[in-house]
C-alpha cells in the first residue's frame, strides 16, 4: 500500500511560481512512476507531468511544457512539481499519484493506482 500526502499548494498572482511536494510512505519507492494531475472545476482529470521510478524519463502536458519541472528524490521519497509562470488557466486541485513502474512512465489517468488528497492551487490574474 502507498499512501501520498501533498503540500506546497495556495494562492498566486499570474507569472508567479509554487512548488507542490509529495511525500510517499513506499517500500522501494524507485519502482513506483509518479505523476501530477489536476482538476479544475468542471472539467476532467488531466496529467499534469510524470517521471518514470529512476527517474530518468519524464513527460508534460503541451500546456505546461517550459514552464512546469517534475522531480523526485528516491532517497527521501518525495515527488516534486516546480511551477514557474503560472496562468490564471493553471488553477485546480493538483494531485499526487503513482503506479508501478520503475523505468516507464504513466501517462493515463486511470492506470495511476494511488492517489494523494489534493492540493489546491489557484492562480489570480
Known amino acids: 500500500q502507498v499512501q501520498l500526502l501533498e503540500s506546497g499548494g495556495g494562492l498566486v498572482q499570474a507569472g508567479g511560481s509554487l512548488r507542490l511536494s509529495c511525500a510517499a510512505s513506499?517500500?522501494?519507492?524507485?519502482?513506483?512512476?509518479m505523476g501530477w494531475l489536476r482538476q479544475a472545476p468542471g472539467k476532467e482529470r488531466e496529467l499534469v507531468a510524470t517521471i518514470s521510478g529512476d527517474g530518468a524519463t519524464t513527460q508534460y502536458a503541451d500546456s505546461v511544457k517550459g514552464r512546469f519541472a517534475i522531480s523526485r528524490d528516491n532517497v527521501k521519497n518525495m515527488v516534486y512539481l516546480q511551477m514557474n509562470s503560472l496562468k490564471p488557466e493553471d488553477t485546480a486541485v493538483y494531485y499526487c499519484?503513482?503506479?508501478?513502474?520503475?523505468?516507464?512512465?504513466?501517462?493515463?489517468?486511470?492506470?495511476?493506482?494511488?492517489w494523494g488528497r489534493g492540493t489546491q492551487v489557484t492562480v489570480s490574474s
Open positions: 499519484a503513482g503506479a508501478l513502474g520503475h523505468t516507464i512512465i504513466i501517462v493515463r489517468v486511470s492506470e495511476y493506482d494511488y
Open positions: 513506499a517500500r522501494s519507492f524507485s519502482n513506483y512512476a
